[in-house]
Each structure stands twice: as C-alpha cells, then as structure tokens.
C-alpha cells in the first residue's frame, strides 16, 4: 500500500477523520489535493504553486527516528535544511539516531512513508513519540503539512497548528 489518500480507511485515524476533528475544534487551514509527493522534490513541484502572494510560509520535511534506547522521535525541519543526525543526536542528548522503519512508522505515527508530518502526531502522542520543530518555523505564517497522506497537502497557520499540538497533549521541543 501506498501513502496516498486511496488507502486512508487502513489508517488508525483517516486523513478524512483528521480533517474532521480538525474542523470541530475550529482550527481552519486550506486543503490542497495533488499527485502524491514522495520526496521534497516533488513537494517543490507542487507546493510552489499554493503559496498565495506575500505569504511567509514554511515547508517542511520530516524525519521518523530512533534512538538506540528505542525512543521515537518526529523532526519536522525547514525542507532545505541539512541535516547531521550525528551532531544533531549529540546536541539533543539523544545517543545514535537511526531512521524507524515502515513498520514502526505506521505503528507510532499512524502513517505510511512519504506521509510523515506534525500532524501524525494525533496518534504519535499517545505512543510517546517526541517532537521537535525547526524554530525557523517561528517566523512564518503558514505551515504546509501533508494530513497523514502524500497526496493532500493543508496549509495551516502556525498559531493553528500550536493550537493543535496543545488540544491533542503534544510537547514541542524546538531545535
């Protein structure tokens, strides 16, 4: 199965039902529909084209990883930055960071490869999955994120989306 919206139903929480929550606690956002996106390259494709005029909006990529005490952690970075795991794991204090496997994603984030966003954490809260936001996202207006499937993507306010993180019981570390 891909990460596309066609398989959503295998989810532990739909795309559709993530949306919905998200729509009772009146957290707006824009919801975008598109081919799937598998890498940053192909979210630049598509992404360009959603960004409405004068908007200070964040782009993202995502990495699912593990410590070697089998910790699991969501880094949600600026899609360009470069990333030294080492170093990264050393100023965390986090020891050896590895990148979780499939399996392990879809049970402690709920979501497939190419899904991964901050919004998974509605089901990674629960599951003890720790998460950390570039600060450069503190500057911006809009965050696009892709609502646990690559081929959706929503831009949400970055108030809204702390919004978001405080109603589901997520602590935000920002790196």
């Known amino acids: 199965m891909d990460a596309s919206s066609l398989y959503q139903d295998s989810l532990p929480t739909s795309s559709d039902a993530l949306l919905a929550q998200l729509q009772a606690w009146e957290l707006p956002y824009v919801l975008h529909e598109h081919v799937p996106l598998r890498t940053v390259e192909d979210a630049k494709q598509v992404e360009a084209d959603l960004t409405q005029p004068g908007e200070k909006a ?101 108030a809204d989306l702390m919004r978001f993180l405080d109603r589901i019981g997520c602590t935000l570390s920002w790196i």
């Not at 599951?127 to 936001?133: D, H």
């Not at 600060?135 to 690559?150: K, S, T, W």
């Open 58 to 158: 964040f782009r993202i990529k995502n990495f699912y990883l593990r410590d070697r005490k089998k910790r699991n952690h969501l880094l949600t970075l600026e899609q360009d930055r470069e990333v030294d795991l080492k170093a990264l794991a050393a100023e965390l204090g986090l020891g050896n960071l590895s990148f979780g496997s499939a399996d392990r994603l879809l049970e402690n984030l709920g979501i497939r490869p190419g899904a991964v966003s901050p919004l998974a954490m509605i089901n990674g809260v629960e599951k003890g999955v720790s998460f950390y936001l570039d600060q450069a996202a503190q500057e911006a207006d809009v965050i696009y994120m892709h609502p646990l499937v690559n081929d959706r993507t929503v831009a949400m306010a970055r």
